[in-house]
């Protein structure tokens, strides 16, 4: 049979392909329910990729010799931890050796003291997700400098 005389089979008129929508809604699964679905799963992934690269910038970190070898992998550990944390929707609280008024309810005091300071130093950052505080900053009493 000659090339030209080959029937190619073709759609009827009107008879459109299924697009993927459609074929998931004749299944009983809707966008909506699955979309939620896969962008946590992609978040997720991310984050672990994130966290997995901090892991391995965290052992090289820890068998660095030199002080500059040393340096350089902690920025990486904490670059990628921060990449890890972003994509979970995690924010940083404070800023490190900011001075703030002491609130029981907003910082982790670090030091035993006898009486509750007025104002303390940020040793360490919080960690908060929209409105939820995870970690609250952790704090230091400011030292006063002493009257002569």
């Known amino acids: 049979m000659p090339a030209g005389d080959k029937k190619t089979k073709r759609p009827k008129a009107g008879a459109a392909k299924k697009s993927a929508a459609r074929k998931r809604a004749a299944q009983g699964v809707s966008l909506p329910d ?4 896969a962008l946590a799963e992609a978040a997720w992934a991310e984050a672990d990729a994130a966290l997995a690269q901090a892991l391995a910038d965290f052992d090289e970190a820890e068998g660095a010799q030199k002080k500059r070898a040393r340096k350089d992998a902690m920025a990486r550990l904490g670059q990628a931890l921060s990449q890890a944390a972003r994509r979970r929707g995690l924010a940083r609280i404070g800023e490190i050796d900011d001075r703030v008024d002491f609130s029981a309810a907003d910082h982790d005091l670090n030091a035993a003291v006898a009486k509750t300071p007025k104002s303390v130093r940020i040793q360490a950052r919080g960690v908060a997700r ?5 970690a609250k900053p952790r704090v230091a ?8």
């Open 141 to 148: 009493p400011v030292q006063r400098k002493k009257r002569r």
């Open 130 to 134: 929209g409105d939820e505080i995870l």
């Open 34 to 37: 699955a979309l939620p679905d």
